[in-house]
């Protein structure tokens, strides 16, 4: 389209120019008609980069990103897209997976089954969020360049004397005649504005009252701060820079971090619990949790290191009571409380062996559930370990396995050599804890060997146990610097374009005439209440409301 | 008399003030009508009682805060109770702010019953003190929470100017029958029926809890586990309020008779099989019908719709200003809404949760909280979006802002369930 940019006042202005960058005489379709409607003031009505006329393949791309249409359009998506994502518990709440794909439909039926179908159950991961994100992203940089390049240039060779039709076409604007003293008037005019922290320009019977157009920034330092915060977070899908593990250390325990050179070590876990009397009625009787504590150490290894910790060199680093709201931090490591588990663990039994047919019994031995020797020598009698099972159940096809890696329900099958036994030795199955021993009937695994011989347990004392097994993750975030950094710039960005208003008065004299317009982004109601007070000064008392050329109503 | 029992009674000083000084403003600009003398003096009169009325209780909100928080040893926002009882008094607080910034005593009319609205529906909570748990134990409880709330209170005190905007500018005037008319005001309406349901939800639950009304259903859930084996998992369900529905495949085990009826009339469809789910839709059934019992009954006294009685109070104000008061509210919240709803929240999920974000429903809804209003600002400020647009916006703004308060908490919990009851 072809459009005439060239003003009546002789400037020639860029193509989409909305104002003239001279005299503020409307340009375009409009000029012409001498309107009386008020004037688009966007970006002082300078043109964008995304008005070029012939744009390229690449200009359409950035004309699209440059809409704030568009940008409106990807917000409201995104909104209601993320909406979707709360329906129901997303995957990524699960740390132990259940079976997905059945999870949803038999916990909320088909509903479920379409939520998980639709990829909804992954909402914040999927391929589309993401893709949402990035396009914000584009949007936030593209509409800023679009927009923040022309309004400085316009800003920073603003013309003083401006046309009257472009005073009186401001939102707020006044116009009356003055005394003969011109130059008294605006003395007075020009001393009030200073008063309210205007930045006075005086030319050729003209005046600029403006104040605080650093606001005007603020919505680009804003978005500044969230690109800036989008790549931070982008940035965290480099594996190297993030680490999320999970240790299960048992008290007393030193476990290494997976993947690092570094050791942590649970002296202590302590929870307590309120007691009745602090609890209202309806707590009364419940647990409920008052601290939990975990008295941690890291070390760096500095030799040997292997996964087991007592062979390992340590040194210690760092010491640190972690709480829920307390994490250990060393060097971009951060290791937080995230729950404790209560059942006792098994650490070790010194059970004896017992020759039932005399009585006499031999050890006590040490018998450590999670590090067992290979052998024990016990009197005349050796203890040959063969089999070790931490979880133990009878397999679908009759044969014993173990069911996990903890240490649940332990047992052990020996082959028991001696005096009056087999060459080859006899096996003997032990379970060191009484529940499993009656569970699995130990005594008719055993047949024949039952009723000549024994392992068993004198007494509490003889019997090692953790009482708490403290749960921590590990945490490692080279992008969070970005982020608070990011959001910071953000915050300020913010700060500066809410709380402080751009103002501007021309004035504009001709003889005893004056003309004058103002103009602001946000607060009308202070803006006239300044140009109320400065031509009351001056010496035309108005009413503040009277100054009001009408908003833009629809 | 120690912090607490201080506490208290200071909390229902403020709830009747509160009440009071709603009353007053509605003599100030109801009444102008009927005052003999000057309408101008009268409305300033009555103006000052409002404003002074309502001034004290908010001095005895603060009172009560300050006095729990004493009583307590830890600040007063670490339930839904609390937490509703503080929001309420941000509103004002906010109301407070606006007010002295803009000198329009009118925004008091929606504002005062709004605060009234949301420290009722504080109450219906346990409201006894309870000890901190661990997850809570942070000096950013003090910090993200109050600020979240501030923000949130300016886009309220903005909703409030808004939906005054609107009660201004929709055409009330006989024989405006234009479509666009009619459904300006069908929706003023739903808006206004929409804030009554909610002190029918009030009202339900402290006439029922007066009465001292109970029922109790057996439920019956049976699963499917993953071996095959059926297992069925019995549930009791208590019923403050008499049941129009009962929970889903339940047996009555108890139910006191209400107006000659003891049985449930409706049993919740199959998909409402959470324990709590009949429950909830019990109560929101009784909340809609007492609200529109209540609506109802404001009809018949006033004989036309109520945006039309609301509508003439308004009318010696200028629109222009409440569109920018409505304006400003929200340019005043979203900055401290950012900072405590999000950057504070991400700063303490980094320390308690280990990570910043985690896609929690609460964390969620606060971005989509967000996002409408960074929305809006756009279509406000680069689209013209000026006036009555902007005017609904704020309207759906703060629907969002109450799911995201009290919806989530109730209907998706997650992390932050601590907050329910």
């Known amino acids: 389209m072809f459009q005439n940019t060239k003003c009546k006042c002789g400037h020639q202005n860029p193509t989409g120019t909305v104002l003239c960058e001279a005299c503020g005489r409307s340009l375009g379709e409009e000029a012409e008609a001498d309107g009386t409607e008020l004037l688009e003031m966007r970006y002082d009505g300078a043109a964008r980069r995304s008005q070029k006329s012939n744009p390229s393949l690449l200009d359409r791309v950035w004309n699209f990103f440059s809409s704030v249409k568009v940008a409106v359009y990807l917000i409201i998506i995104t909104l209601i897209g993320a909406s979707l994502g709360t329906i129901y518990p997303q995957e990524s709440t699960f740390i132990d997976a259940p079976d997905l794909s059945s999870y949803y439909k038999d916990t909320y039926g088909i509903s479920g089954e379409i939520y998980y179908a639709l990829g909804l159950s992954h909402t914040f991961e999927s391929w589309w969020f993401v893709l949402l994100l990035v396009m914000i992203g584009t949007s936030l940089v593209v509409c800023s360049l679009d927009r923040v390049l022309p309004l400085y240039r316009a800003l920073n060779k603003q013309q003083i004397r401006k046309h009257e039709s472009f005073l009186l076409r401001q939102r707020a604007c006044y116009s009356g005649t003055i005394d003969a003293d011109a130059d008294g008037w605006v003395d007075r005019f020009e001393a009030q504005a200073k008063k309210q922290h205007y930045k006075v320009i005086r030319k050729d019977g003209a005046l600029l009252a403006e104040k605080n157009r650093f606001s005007r920034w603020g919505p680009y330092v804003n978005h500044i701060g969230l690109i800036l915060f989008l790549l931070a977070v982008l940035a965290r899908a480099v594996p190297a820079w993030q680490m999320d593990e999970y240790l299960t250390i048992p008290e007393g325990d030193t476990l290494r971090i997976e993947g690092t050179n570094y050791y942590v070590k649970n002296e202590d876990f302590t929870v307590e619990f309120y007691s009745d009397d602090v609890l209202p009625k309806e707590l009364k009787g419940t647990a409920r949790v008052k601290l939990y504590r975990t008295d941690a150490v890291m070390y760096e290894c500095t030799a040997n290191c292997t996964a087991d910790a007592k062979t390992s060199q340590l040194k210690e680093v760092k010491r640190h009571p972690i709480e829920v709201n307390s994490p250990l931090e060393y060097k971009g490591y951060k290791l937080y409380q995230f729950d404790f588990d209560n059942t006792p663990i098994l650490r070790d039994v010194k059970p004896v ?163 004058i317009g103002a103009h602001t982004n946000k607060n009308w109601f202070g803006m006239r209440s300044d140009l109320a007070a400065a031509l009351k000064a001056a010496g035309n008392e108005v009413d503040p409301k009277s100054l009001d050329n009408g908003g833009n109503r629809t | 008399m120690n912090w607490l029992d201080l506490s208290s009674s200071a909390f229902m000083a403020a709830f009747f003030l509160y009440c009071f000084g709603f009353m007053f403003y509605v003599v100030a600009f109801a009444g102008r009508k009927w005052s003999h003398g000057d309408p101008e003096r009268f409305q300033r009169k009555w103006g000052k009682v409002a404003i002074t009325v309502s001034s004290l209780g908010l001095a005895g909100h603060l009172v009560f805060f300050f006095a729990r928080w004493i009583g307590q040893g830890h600040i007063p926002v670490s339930n839904m109770y609390e937490f509703m009882t503080f929001l309420g008094m941000a509103v004002m607080i906010a109301f407070v702010i606006i007010s002295l910034i803009y000198r329009r005593l009118i925004l008091g009319i929606i504002t005062l019953p709004l605060v009234i609205i949301i420290i009722s529906y504080a109450s219906v909570f346990p409201q006894e003190v309870q000890p901190l748990i661990p997850a809570l134990n942070s000096i950013w409880l003090k910090i993200h929470v109050t600020t979240a709330a501030l923000g949130e209170a300016f886009l309220a005190v903005g909703f409030a100017a808004g939906l005054l905007h609107l009660l201004r500018t929709v055409n009330y005037s006989k024989g405006a029958d234009d479509a666009k008319s009619k459904k300006e005001r069908f929706w003023v309406e739903t808006t206004l029926f929409m804030l009554l349901v909610a002190c029918g939800f009030i009202i339900s639950v402290f006439g029922f809890r007066m009465a001292g009304y109970e029922a109790e259903f057996k439920q019956e859930k049976v699963d499917v586990t993953q071996a095959g084996e059926a297992v069925t998992e019995t549930n009791t369900v208590k019923y403050s309020m008499p049941p129009i529905v009962k929970p889903y495949n339940s047996t009555v085990v108890k139910a006191e008779e209400f107006l000659g009826a003891n049985k449930p009339l409706f049993e919740a469809p199959s998909w409402m099989n959470g324990v709590n789910a009949g429950r909830k839709l019990n109560t929101v059934i009784w909340s809609l019908l007492t609200g529109a019992i209540l609506y109802g009954l404001l009809r018949l006294l006033f004989r036309k719709q109520l945006g039309a009685v609301i509508h003439p109070m308004t009318t010696d104000i200028d629109p222009d200003d409440l569109d920018e008061i409505s304006y400003r509210a929200i340019a005043i919240g979203f900055p401290i809404f950012t900072l405590g709803a999000l950057i504070f929240a991400m700063i303490w999920a980094q320390i308690a949760w280990s990570r910043f974000w985690g896609w929690d429903p609460k964390e969620v809804w606060a971005l989509i909280t967000w996002l409408f209003y960074s929305a809006y600002l756009h279509l406000r400020l680069s689209r013209g979006w000026h006036g009555k647009r902007s005017s609904w916006l704020t309207v759906i703004g703060f629907v969002i802002i109450m799911f995201t308060l009290i919806g989530v908490n109730l209907v998706i919990a997650g992390l932050h369930s601590y907050a329910g009851v």
């Open chain 1, 353 to 515: 062996l017992v020759d039932k047919k005399t009585g006499k019994e031999y050890g006590p031995f040490k018998l450590s559930i999670s590090d067992p020797e290979t052998s024990y020598q016990l009197g005349p009698y050796q203890l040959e370990l063969r089999q070790r099972f931490m979880e133990f159940a009878i397999g679908d096809d009759g044969r014993p396995v173990t069911k996990s890696r903890e240490p649940k329900a332990p047992a052990f099958i020996f082959l028991l050599h001696g005096p009056g036994l087999a060459e080859g030795g006899e096996p003997f199955i032990y379970f060191p804890m009484q529940k499993d021993k009656a569970a699995f009937s130990q005594d008719k695994l055993n047949a024949a060997l039952t009723d000549r011989f024994d392992i068993n347990v004198k007494g509490m004392d003889n019997v090692n146990f953790v009482e708490f097994s403290t749960f921590l993750n590990v945490r490692k975030d080279l992008a969070m610097p970005y982020i608070w950094i990011g959001l910071a710039i953000s915050m300020i960005g913010l700060t500066m374009g809410a709380y402080w208003h751009h103002r501007r008065i021309w004035v504009r004299l001709d003889g005893t005439r004056v003309t």
